[in-house]
């Protein structure tokens, strides 16, 4: 396990992922019932854009901050907002220092009567991760490794939650492992709402991702992916995509909203652009 997400905190694939997130999360909460979220790759759950991590790859730079500083049209900005909206709460001087993973963007999304699952493998970051919710009666933090946690979790016994799931592709066959365990834990759970994230290196990720999930009989879901460059398997990654199963309605219509405007603040070469496919 060499990855550490604190090298890429706050860059393309976090913003696209975290906004997906907040509003999902926001829409399970139109009914009162409790939810659960399943974060199965956690990460530490809140970084420091001015450490050393952050610093040295620039990542943010071309990510969250060129997102805040653009001015997105009045529909968009609806749209991002619940992320937005904690970004900001963390930096209240207005100066961006510290980005909020997903742990600790859906940790301050949660209602009281809301619980939050955070798992994380490595045992520095899970250690971090333990003692940022130490105390939080509503977060249960543990050390596991997520593939085994989404099979152990799954269902929880709120009726209603999101799982997302966002390994760190350092193995070949991650795509297709994250299809294939996104439809077995859907089939445990059947009501979830589940969000798996990829990068987009060659360009046929989501055509591979959406036929394991028909194959599977998985009978709603999208994938939404943003490039930002043309794909090119010797190249850097071009852009990220999330499969998402059970979207809540309207999400994917949100989603080529947001994608279209990401699409032109985060540019970084010819080629890029978005698509959303809405299996229904
Ligand atoms: N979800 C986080 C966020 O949005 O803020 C970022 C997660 S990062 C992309 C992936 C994380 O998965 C890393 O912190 C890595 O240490 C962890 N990881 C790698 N393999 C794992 C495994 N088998 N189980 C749980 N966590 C793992």
Redesign the pocket.
């Known amino acids: 396990?060499n990855?550490?997400?604190a090298y890429h905190a706050g860059n393309v694939g976090?913003v696209l992922?975290?906004i997906a997130v907040a509003r999902i999360v926001r829409y399970l909460q139109k009914k009162p019932g409790a939810i659960r979220v399943i974060?199965?790759?956690?990460?530490i759950g809140l970084y420091d854009l001015a450490g050393d991590e952050a610093t040295r790859t620039g990542e943010a730079e071309r990510g969250v901050v060129r997102v805040l500083a653009a001015e997105a049209p009045a529909e968009v900005a609806a749209l991002i907002a619940p992320w937005q909206e904690v970004v900001e709460a963390e930096n209240p001087d207005g100066t961006l220092r510290l980005y909020p993973?997903?742990?600790w963007l859906v940790r301050r999304l949660l209602r009281p009567q809301d619980r939050l699952t955070v798992?994380?493998?490595?045992p520095a970051?899970a250690e971090v991760l333990k003692e940022l919710f130490y105390g939080d009666v509503q977060v249960r933090a543990v050390e596991l490794?997520?593939?085994l946690a989404l099979n152990a979790f799954v269902p929880p016994k709120e009726r209603r939650g999101l799982v997302?799931v966002?390994?760190?592709f350092e193995v070949p066959g991650e795509v297709a492992r994250l299809a294939h365990r996104l439809a077995k834990a859907w089939r445990k759970w059947p009501t979830g709402v589940y969000c798996g994230w990829y990068p987009v290196k060659t360009g046929s990720e989501s055509e591979e991702i959406l036929a394991i999930l028909s194959e599977a009989g998985v009978a709603e879901h999208l994938v939404a992916e943003l490039t930002v460059r043309r794909p090119d398997p010797d190249g850097p990654m071009a852009g990220c995509g999330l499969a998402i199963i059970n979207p809540p309605f309207m999400l994917s219509g949100e989603l080529e909203l947001v994608l279209g405007w990401l699409g032109t603040v985060l540019a970084q070469g010819p080629g890029g652009g978005f698509r959303v496919t809405h299996h229904a």
């Not at 974060?39 to 990460?43: E, K, L, P």
């Open positions: 396990m990855y550490r997400h976090d992922k975290h974060d199965t790759h956690a990460g993973g997903s742990p798992v994380e493998l490595h970051d490794d997520g593939w997302l966002d390994p760190a």
